[in-house]
Each structure stands twice: as structure tokens, then as C-alpha cells.
């Protein structure tokens, strides 16, 4: 756990400083089952006793889901990683991290399709945030790759869901943010490559552009095949694609479209081709990370990597490590961290809308995209605020999935993340509402949505609107969590309908 100060008091409750990983923090008590048996206890416990509580698994969700101010169960102990290389599945406990799956798998080169960039994170809290991964464009987000999941209601009772078993339970949990019980162990399908670590690599091309325009325009030539070829990669491997783009909103509206796909290459063949940019752990990359924060240098660095690093084509292709390249948030991650531990609140926000996609009009689609970005800079322009950046990836629609709290359900789209970081302040009023009115015009001009599994900052009406099956949801919080235990700050903030009564503290 990323957390601090503990007070250990006996059986297994302790008051903690819990933070989340914007940097909203909750000295609160936490409870720390050593296994299922126990669980069930506790959650028998808080149900007689109607105390509400969060579940928390890796604490690194950037609003406060995981955070509660009376009760937080952590699932830090309910661990177990098991590869079935025949059947190219792995079954993980809730609290495994993906650093530690990842390291598993490729061991026999099985990948996981979907990943989040942090190696923290675990399965339980990805899952429950149906996370988006660098490979969405072609894989789609996590949920997909699921075939189980065990799941402990509030009564103690252990259900399998799976598309064939309680499917209901299924759509309701996989992006449910834990409000319905708890997911104990999860059986994923993996990706063969044809072959192993340590000679898994992605190889990544880097396309610099100039303006919104382009940047729409170059990623819709990009995406528009990924898109086509879906059907395919579960039998061709190798046709697995992740496409993103970066924009820095400098004068020029600068930034890179990185498309990358996996390749075999030897640590000795790669050695010199990487970028530090997917080197998360390495002492370049974290001196970035730390100069990303300041205004000047980071102006600096972006003039850097569009004039210098990136500016002859043959600088532009690199090969690394999987692991650096999936987790290459990790840095971020280090230099909050170590900025907490001396006392800097490192603040940050970030919040992702969807802009639709229509299949059958890519052209229509990249200008809605390049529409809703022009709205974005002009909004933040009038009101002087400079986010660190922006990023931008595909996601395909997920309806037949069917999980009812996906932002790609019913629709694709482009996941556009607007991020703001700050070292001394944890505060920001000015860019909240910034993202509360973009959260607005992204509904009512582009019949966008807001994901959930970032900052939210919209108004619950509005969120209500973008989510059309969260009746559904509502009927089956009521049957799993009639008490309503499972409420915190963000679904009070988020869904204050699902929160149908007070609960003791
Ligand atoms: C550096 C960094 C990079 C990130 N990159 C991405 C990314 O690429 N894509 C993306 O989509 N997100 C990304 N995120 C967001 C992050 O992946 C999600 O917030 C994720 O939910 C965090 O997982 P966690 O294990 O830390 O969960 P927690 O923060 O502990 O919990 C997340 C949510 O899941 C619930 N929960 C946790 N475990 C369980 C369980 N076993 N059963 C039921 N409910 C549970 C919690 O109550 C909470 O609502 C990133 C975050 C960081 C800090």
C-alpha cells in the first residue's frame, strides 16, 4: 500500500492516511482481511453493525473511489498468480499487481490483452474500473478479456460470474467501482505471442504534428485500419496495434501520434534503441518527470523532443521492453510518491471524456474529435489555464460486453485525457470547473460521456444522462446492497441517486 502514517491497533484495525492518487487524503480505518473467510466476517460485521465502507486494492484510482472517512476494507492480502499456459489463461487473486501478473505471463509468452500504465494497480481495481489500456484501439479495455470472476456479496455468499453464470452480476461489476461487493479472484484470457520474455519488445514509431487539425486527421488514417482488423488478432497476434497521441498545448499545438505493435528482439539487439520515455525506472526518465512540473522546463522539454529528439524520421522509430513500455507511468507514480513522503500534497487531475466515433464515418468522426479539442483549447485559453497535457486514444464499443457502467458501452470512441499537475497544492478549483463546463459541452454538442475511472467533474444530472443503463445498475446495487453500505464521497458526488439512505459512521 502507497499509504503512510499507521497506528496498529488489534484485530486487524488499524487507523491509516490513505491518499488517493490526486492527492486528496483520509486518515480513516482500515481493515485488512487475511483471506476470504475473514472477509466474509467483516463484511458480516459492517452489515449488522450498518457502517458504511470502501474496498481498496492498489489505491491508485485519481479520485477518491477508494477512499471512505469511516471504513476502508484493503484487500493487500488476497493475492495468488496461476498461468495455465495450455489454455493461455491466467487466474489472479484481487489484490495482484499488474507488474507482477505481467512478470508471470510473458515468462511464458502469454500477455495480457489490456493493461492500465501503472504495474500498481491490481486486477480487483482495474476491473472494477473496466481500465483502458495503449492497446485498446485494437483490444478494447479489460472487462473484454475476462472469461470469471469469484465475487463475495455483502452476505458472504461466493458467486462465479462469468457471460454463461450470474451474467446479470457480470455487466453490473466489471466497471462498478466496487459498490456492489467484492471481486476475489479473476480468470483472464491471454495473448500468445510466438515468443518468451525477456525477447518480448513493442516497437514504437513516433509521428510529431502540428496543430488539432493534423492530429485528428493523422489519427483517424491510423485508427481506421486498427479499427477494421479486430476480428483478427485473437488468430494473428502480430496485428496487435496501440495508437495514442500526446498534444502540448504550446503556440503551435504541438505533439506525437505513437503507434506501436509487439515484436521479438533480444535485450542485446534493443540495447541503445529505446526511448526514455519507456523507461519508467531509469534515472533520465524521473529527472523528466520531475521537470514536467515545472512551467519553464516543461516548455523547454517539449521545445526539445519536437525540434531535436524526434525531428529526423530516423530518430523516430524505438524498440523497448514490454514492461517499460506498458507500466511508463511508474515514473509519475515514483516522483508522487516521493513528493508525499516529504510533505508536497503533488497534486493532480485528470479527466477523460469520450468523443464518439461512427464506423461508418471516419472523416465525420475526426472532425468531431478535432471540433471538441478546438472547444477544449479555446475554453481553457478564455480562462488561462495550461494543462500539462493532453492525451488522446481510441476505444471500440463494448455493447456486447454489456458492462453497464462502461463509458464505450453503446458507443466508440476517442478517449481524450486533459491532465493538470501541481507540486504545492493539491487545489484546483479553476481547472475543476473547467472540466465541469467541458464535461457539459461534451454532452449537449458531441453526446460524449465522462469516464469514470479518472477524475469526475460533471454535474450528477448530466452523468445520469451520459449513462443510460445506470437504472440498471441502481435495481441491481439495491438487490446486492440493500443497506447501501457501499457508498463514499465520489458516488455521493457522482450518483448521489444511488445513495438511497444515510448509513451510520
Ligand atoms: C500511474 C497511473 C497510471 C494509470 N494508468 C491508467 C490507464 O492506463 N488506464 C486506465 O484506465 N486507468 C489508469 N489509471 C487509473 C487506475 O488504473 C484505476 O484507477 C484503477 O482502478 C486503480 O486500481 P487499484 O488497484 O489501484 O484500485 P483502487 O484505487 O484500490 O480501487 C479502484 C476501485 O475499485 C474498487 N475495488 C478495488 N478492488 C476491488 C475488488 N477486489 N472488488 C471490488 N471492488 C474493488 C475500489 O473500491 C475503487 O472503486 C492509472 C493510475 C495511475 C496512478
Known amino acids: 500500500m502507497p499509504d503512510g502514517s499507521r497506528t496498529s491497533t488489534p484485530l486487524q484495525r488499524q487507523t491509516q492516511t490513505l491518499w488517493s492518487f490526486g492527492g486528496t487524503r483520509q486518515v480513516t480505518e482500515v481493515c485488512i482481511p487475511r483471506d476470504s473467510d475473514e472477509l466474509r466476517r467483516v463484511l458480516q460485521q459492517a452489515s449488522s453493525a450498518g457502517r458504511k465502507l470502501s474496498f481498496r486494492s ?139 520474455a525477456p525477447d518480448i519488445a513493442v516497437a514504437t514509431h513516433f509521428e510529431p504534428f502540428v496543430g488539432i487539425e493534423q492530429l485528428a486527421k493523422k489519427l483517424v488514417e491510423q485508427v481506421q485500419p486498427l479499427h477494421e482488423r479486430r476480428g483478427a ?97 511508474d515514473g509519475n507514480d515514483t516522483i508522487k510518491r516521493w513528493g508525499r513522503a516529504i510533505g508536497l500534497p503533488m497534486g493532480t487531475r485528470q479527466q477523460t471524456f469520450l468523443v464518439p466515433w461512427e464506423p461508418t464515418d471516419p472523416d465525420g468522426s475526426g472532425k468531431r474529435l478535432r471540433n471538441f479539442l478546438d472547444d477544449v483549447d479555446a475554453l481553457l485559453d478564455a480562462r488561462g489555464i495550461l494543462p500539462t497535457l493532453i492525451d488522446v486514444l481510441f476505444l471500440p464499443d463494448d455493447t456486447q460486453d454489456g458492462f453497464l457502467l462502461s463509458s464505450s458501452h453503446g458507443m466508440a470512441g476517442f478517449a ?48 445520469a444522462k451520459m449513462y443510460p443503463e445506470l437504472q440498471t445498475f441502481l435495481r441491481h446495487k439495491q438487490t446486492l446492497d440493500a443497506q447501501c453500505l457501499l457508498q463514499n464521497e465520489f458516488l455521493q458526488r457522482v450518483f448521489p441517486v444511488a445513495v438511497t439512505r444515510p448509513v451510520r459512521g
Open 58 to 196: 492498489g489505491g491508485r484510482s485519481f479520485d477518491t473511489q477508494s477512499l471512505n472517512d469511516v471504513q476502508v476494507i484493503s484487500l493487500e492480502k488476497l493475492k495468488g498468480i496461476k498461468v495455465d499456459v495450455e489454455a493461455a489463461t491466467v487466474t489472479v487473486g484481487a489484490c495482484d499487481a499488474w507488474g507482477e501478473i505481467l512478470r508471470e505471463t510473458t515468462a511464458q509468452g502469454l500477455v495480457p490483452h489490456a493493461m492500465a500504465t501503472s504495474s500498481q494497480a491490481t486486477a480487483g481495481g482495474t476491473l472494477s474500473a473496466d481500465c483502458l489500456s495503449r492497446f485498446s484501439p485494437t483490444h478494447g479495455k479489460e472487462g473484454h478479456h475476462v472469461l470469471w470472476f469469484d465475487f463475495m456479496k455483502l452476505d458472504g455468499e461466493l458467486i462465479r460470474c462469468s457471460r454463461e453464470d450470474n451474467r446479470d452480476v457480470f455487466r453490473a461489476v466489471i466497471a462498478g467501482l466496487g459498490y456492489l461487493g467484492v471481486i476475489l479472484k479473476i480468470c483472464y484470457a491471454l495473448l500468445r505471442l510466438p515468443y518468451k
Open 233 to 329: 488478432i485473437a488468430s494473428e497476434p502480430e496485428l496487435s496495434g496501440a495508437v495514442s497521441a500526446a498534444l502540448y498545448m504550446n503556440a503551435r499545438r504541438e505533439g506525437l501520434i505513437m503507434t506501436s505493435k509487439y515484436v521479438q528482439s533480444t535485450p542485446a539487439q534493443r540495447e541503445g534503441k529505446g526511448t526514455v520515455l519507456h523507461q519508467p525506472y531509469s534515472f533520465g526518465h524521473l529527472v523528466l518527470q520531475v521537470l514536467a512540473l515545472f512551467e519553464l522546463p516543461r516548455i523547454i522539454g517539449f521545445w526539445y523532443t519536437f525540434n531535436i529528439a524526434f525531428k529526423q524520421p530516423q530518430q523516430r522509430d524505438c524498440v523497448d521492453e514490454l514492461k517499460g513500455y506498458t507500466f511508463f507511468q
Open 416 to 463: 481524450v485525457s486533459i491532465a493538470f499537475e501541481k507540486i504545492v497544492s493539491a487545489r484546483f478549483a479553476e481547472e475543476e470547473r473547467a472540466l465541469r463546463d467541458l464535461a457539459q459541452l461534451c454532452y449537449e454538442k458531441y453526446c460524449g460521456r465522462v469516464h469514470l475511472v479518472k477524475h469526475v467533474y460533471a454535474a450528477d444530472e448530466l452523468l
